[in-house]
């Protein structure tokens, strides 16, 4: 539970368009009867006219695909996310092709035969920073999505390069920045079978493997909406949740209201007079000292990366900014735990416009003559993954466990394309506590 004094206000730029109504005070009633029609949802009318799907097959690929009866994960994830391509709707071209010493196109067919197989003639090993400017240099443009699927080792000609993997990187996608690309990357791991080739190339060149697992990476570049469209298309088609980082988005405000009647406590009403609720009026001063009344806020997420929304996520990262007031953080909860319990008729249509709900409790309020304000912040962290993933020595990859070479590196070099702080903030929203006069 976060606990802080509290000026209840959510900070970022809000904007409410409504009509206008008398104050809403407690409801005493509550219903599980239908009452109206649902509140449509926002329409997105986003639409891709070419996605390029790139899969490596030099030979540090190989050891995801073994020729056996059986696929393993990577064969299996790939599959799902070739068919989340070709069956995605709003995609009106598809090509597939090889990346190694040559770039060839494939039929989407072909290529799922192929890759259960293991049908392909891996090449020398290329360059990392080789790979994506070829892809950069024919791929990145605003009308096009691109799908990198690679182990994403930096494996340089020269170790002495590895040192500027940051500045490769943001060479790189430097152009992708000016063109308004944004880049989710997602990242996976799979059994691996035979050679693996580290990219520290003091100790062994070849590393034989058995099964253990070793990273492999989905990035997914394009303009921002396309590619949160396709990335949502693809996570829907997967048997293995991949771990995510996303660069280049802007993200707005959600849009949020105060829950008037449904998940509280205490004797409070809405004050603003508007669909969207800011603002709760307490109905005595004194009903602090009793109650301690609690409400709840519905958020609409939908348009932020969904690891930044899940419930857990929130519940941990969630920053009340509480000023002349005290102020809880009592719950996060999805639409579905909030109808499940007593739901006031008139909300029912306003909760189908919120996907996330945080319950916030009111201790105290120091100077009664003026609001309470409470600031919720929510930040777009560096995720912890990207460093349990990082090695310096790739060559204990066998007994380290799924880690990538200078792995962190190449992220903190792309944010560093789009001038990005790794640690970011992905919204700002306040709320306000009054009495009554």
């Not at 790979?131 to 699927?149: E, R």
């Not at 280049?248 to 669909?275: L, V």
């Not at 996520?313 to 953080?329: F, M």
Request: proline share 5%.
């Amino acid at each position: 539970m976060i606990r802080k004094s509290c000026f209840l206000f959510v900070l970022l730029p809000l904007l409410w368009s409504c009509t206008r109504r008398s104050p809403e005070r407690e409801p005493s009633d509550t219903t599980t009867t239908e009452s109206a029609t649902p509140a449509p949802p926002r329409q997105t009318a986003v639409r891709i006219d070419t996605v390029n799907v790139f899969l490596e097959v030099s030979g540090s690929m190989k050891g995801f695909m073994p020729k056996q009866s059986r696929a393993n994960r990577f064969q299996e994830t790939v599959a799902d996310l070739l068919s989340g391509v070709e069956n995605a709707d709003r995609v009106r071209v598809r090509n597939y092709r090889l990346l190694g010493s040559t770039d060839r196109p494939m039929s989407y067919e072909t290529v799922q035969n192929d890759l259960l197989k293991s049908n392909f003639n891996y090449t020398t090993t290329s360059p990392l920073a080789e790979l994506l400017k070829n892809v950069a240099n024919q791929a990145f443009n605003t009308n096009t999505v691109n799908l990198i699927i690679s182990d994403f080792i930096y494996d340089s000609p020269q170790t002495s390069r590895s040192s500027l993997v940051r500045t490769e990187m943001r060479d790189i996608f430097a152009d992708a920045r000016r063109q308004g690309l944004a880049v989710s990357i997602l990242g996976f791991t799979s059994d691996f079978y035979g050679k693996y080739f580290p990219a520290r190339k003091e100790g062994q060149k070849v590393i034989q493997l058995d099964g253990e697992e070793v990273p492999y990476y989905v990035w997914v570049i394009g303009a921002p909406a396309q590619v949160r469209y396709l990335e949502g298309e693809l996570k829907n088609n997967l048997r293995q949740e991949p771990n995510t980082v996303h660069v280049g988005f802007a993200y707005e405000t959600p849009d949020f209201s105060i829950i008037p009647g449904s998940a509280r406590t205490g004797s409070w009403y809405c004050a603003d007079r508007g669909e969207a609720c800011a603002t709760i009026t307490l109905d005595k001063a004194k009903t602090l000292k009793q109650e301690q009344p609690e409400f709840t806020i519905g958020l609409a997420t939908t348009d932020l990366p969904g690891d930044l929304t899940t419930t857990d996520y929130l519940k941990k990262n969630l920053h009340l900014d509480p000023q002349n007031c005290a102020a809880e953080l009592v719950d996060v909860m999805t639409r579905e735990d909030v109808m499940q319990g007593d739901v006031n008729a008139r909300d029912r249509d306003r909760l189908r416009q919120y996907d996330r709900f945080v319950r916030l409790k009111v201790t105290d309020l120091y100077d009664e003559k003026k609001p309470g304000v409470i600031t919720l912040s929510l930040p777009n962290a560096s995720p912890a993954w990207i460093e349990a993933w990082t090695t310096q020595n790739d060559q204990t990859i066998a007994e380290g466990g799924p880690k990538t070479y200078l792995f962190s590196d190449m992220i903190a070099g792309l944010h560093e394309a789009y001038g990005e702080r790794e640690e970011g903030e992905a919204f700002q929203l306040q709320t306000q506590v009054e009495v009554g006069r």
